[in-house]
C-alpha cells in the first residue's frame, strides 16, 4: 500500500464524502480515516461491513449514512447529520458518479435527466450546503470529474457533458466563494481499475490500448488518487481554487 504524507490539520477535520464507501470513494474514506479526520460518507449500498474493516483497521470509525445523492432533502440530511455528529464540515468530497454507457440515439429524456442528476445537480446541492457551514471558517470542496470529457468518448455523452459541467460549476463557485475563503478545485482521474470497471467496462485489448496513450506505464488504483484529494483538502494547498488536478498517469495535456 502506498504510504501517504501527515498533513497534521485535517486531524479531527469533519470530511463527508459522497459514495464513500467503494471504489474511489473507499480509498478516499481510508486516506481520511488514516490523517485522522472525522469522516462521514454516503452511498445507495450497505457499507456496514466496510465501517466495521475501517474501524478495526485504524481505530477509527466512519460514519455511514444510507443515502440516495439525487434525493437532495435526503443528502441534505445527511450533511446535517454528518455535522452534529463530527462538527460543521471543513472538507467535501463530491466523489459519487455514474458512468454507465450509452449510445447517443439511445438516451431518451428519462435517461439524460437521471445521469445529470447523480453526476451535476447532486454536486451542485452538496456545494450548496456545504458552503452554508463553511462560511465563518472556511473550506475545501473537492470535485470529481474525468479526463473522459477531455478525451471525447464515445458512448458516454451524457456522462461527459456532466464532467464538463464540474469544471466550469468549479471555477464558478471558487470565484463566488473565494471572498469566504472556501476553496473549490477539481480531480480528474484516468482509468482507476476499480471493482466496477475491471468487472463491466476492462478488457485485455481495451486496458493494454489506454495503457499505451499514458506516460507511465502502470495501471492506476483508487489509492493513486488519494494524495492529489488530501493535498487539495490541506493547508498546503490554501491559496490553490477554481483547478483541475488532472491525476491520469501522463494521457492529457493540460496548460
Not at 488519494?226 to 490553490?240: K, P, T
Request: net charge neutral; with cysteine; charged share 20%.
Amino acid at each position: 500500500m502506498l504510504k501517504m504524507a501527515t498533513f497534521s490539520e485535517l486531524r479531527d477535520t469533519s470530511v463527508f464524502v459522497t459514495g464513500g464507501g467503494s471504489g474511489i470513494g473507499a480509498a478516499l474514506t481510508e486516506g481520511f480515516l488514516e490523517q485522522g479526520a472525522k469522516v462521514a460518507f454516503v452511498g445507495r449500498s450497505d457499507a456496514s461491513a466496510f465501517v466495521e474493516d475501517m474501524a478495526a483497521k485504524h481505530g477509527n470509525r466512519p460514519l455511514f449514512l444510507p443515502c440516495d445523492i439525487t434525493d437532495i432533502p435526503a443528502l441534505h440530511a445527511a450533511m446535517d447529520t454528518a455535522a452534529a455528529a463530527h462538527g460543521p464540515i471543513r472538507v467535501l468530497v463530491n466523489n459519487a458518479a455514474n458512468d454507465t454507457r450509452h449510445k447517443a440515439e439511445d438516451v431518451t429524456e428519462a435517461i439524460w435527466d437521471e445521469m445529470q442528476a447523480v453526476n451535476l445537480k447532486a454536486y451542485f446541492f452538496a456545494c450548496q450546503k456545504a458552503a452554508r457551514m463553511m462560511k465563518p471558517t472556511g473550506g475545501s470542496i473537492i470535485n470529481f470529474s474525468s479526463i473522459s470529457y477531455m478525451m471525447g468518448i464515445a458512448g458516454l455523452s451524457t456522462y461527459i457533458s456532466a464532467n464538463a459541467g464540474i469544471m466550469g460549476l468549479t471555477r464558478s463557485l471558487a470565484r463566488e466563494w473565494g471572498p469566504d475563503r472556501i476553496r473549490v478545485n477539481a480531480v480528474a482521474p484516468g482509468w482507476v481499475l476499480t471493482e466496477r470497471q475491471r468487472r463491466l467496462w476492462a478488457t485485455p485489448e481495451g486496458l493494454q490500448a489506454h495503457i499505451d496513450r499514458q506516460c507511465l506505464k502502470d495501471t492506476m488504483e483508487p489509492r493513486d488518487v488519494l494524495g492529489g484529494v488530501l493535498f487539495l483538502a490541506s493547508d498546503m494547498s490554501r491559496m490553490m481554487t477554481g483547478q483541475s488536478l488532472v491525476i491520469d498517469a501522463g494521457v492529457v495535456g493540460t496548460g
